[in-house]
């Protein structure tokens, strides 16, 4: 018996016309994309952008490795970093080379005034008699100017050397990485021993009061 196939099953579907979604329309998306977002961490502002940039995986974003550093820079341990000459929070140049014959303590950072900047800052404060009992000094390094810096001081009354490193010139030439993409400047602190060596490197963004802490323990030990 031969097969016929019904006519009914072989009629083509009526299409379904697209339903009409608010969350997908043009000027939604448009006001979307004319808010400015910004990041809670140091007030970062995100750019606007028309299309969301292409996810990249980052090997070291961060570079936090229980106070090891997993990639090379331009200073390493056992390296003699290269000298520089700064002006302080009182406008006055200060040289590296000034500090030989002691322990220096170098930390960078990335701004005046950020939250996790001001908790360093006032952590290292809080230490300094400790820093001065293991006959160390500390240096604290960022590209704000003098002035940024003594207002910085003064408010939260830092016994300590702050410079100005207008450009990052001389965070470019130690090599000290940035996190975020490139976006932040990075908070890194050197050990430096009175032959001025490098001893130990600590890099930590987020958790900015553990450079203290990790610091005395090496000086301790020098």
Known sequence: MAFTPSTACCKPLPLLAPRASS?????RAQALLSTPSTSAFHGLRAPLSAAPAPRRRAAFST????????YRTSVNKGSVPPS?????????????????????VVYFYPADETPGCTKQA????????????????????SG??????????QKYRLP???????????RKEWGVPADLFGTLPGR???VLDKNGVVQYIYNNQ???????????KILQGL
């Open 206 to 216: 987020f958790q900015p009061e553990k450079h203290i802490a990790e610091t005395l």
């Open 160 to 170: 300590y050397t702050l410079l100005a490193d207008e450009g990052n010139k001389v």
């Open 63 to 70: 570079g936090i490795v229980c106070g090891k550093v997993p």
């Open 188 to 190: 890194q602190t050197y």
């Open 23 to 27: 969350r997908g329309s043009p000027a």
């Open 84 to 104: 520089f000459t700064l002006k302080d929070q009182n406008g006055k140049p200060v040289s590296l080379s000034k500090f030989k014959g002691k322990p220096v």
């Open 144 to 153: 704000d100017d003098a002035a940024s810096h003594k207002a910085f001081a």
């Open 122 to 141: 006032c952590a290292f404060r809080d230490s300094y008699e400790k820093f001065k009992k293991a006959g160390a000094e500390v240096i604290g390094i």
